[in-house]
């Protein structure tokens, strides 16, 4: 006999735990951009998916979780709750989670990530002094 606990109900509460950890950010459709609530896109059928946060008043967009892994909508949805555990955490770093994506590119263009590098870096002069620290704390 089954117990109550079969897979099905623990994947669903696990999502909700997920959910109620998620204050700040979005998972958007990688190709349409259309916010994304389920595993393949309503609009487009894509899968994968990417992360939009709002970091000291700058969009960053993630498309990768810190292994490096592209995010399809279950990956995209963990890696969201455990952006948002480290900013309660004030352990947050945008870093960590665009180095990967950087990483990959290297190997795949090396113009590309060059590109890339110099965004982050314009990117990175908008972050005042303090909310680095606050960060690093
Ligand atoms: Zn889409």
Redesign the pocket.
Known sequence: MLTPKSNIGKIKTANEDLEGLIVIGSIL??????R?RERV??????DACLIRISVDGNYVRIYHDKSGRSLAFTDAFQSLANINAEMNAKSFDVKNWLQPEIREQKFANKYLAWLKQKKIEVDKGRFSVQTYKLYEK
């Open positions: 459709c990688q190709r349409c951009g259309s994304r896109c309503p609009k487009c059928g894509y």
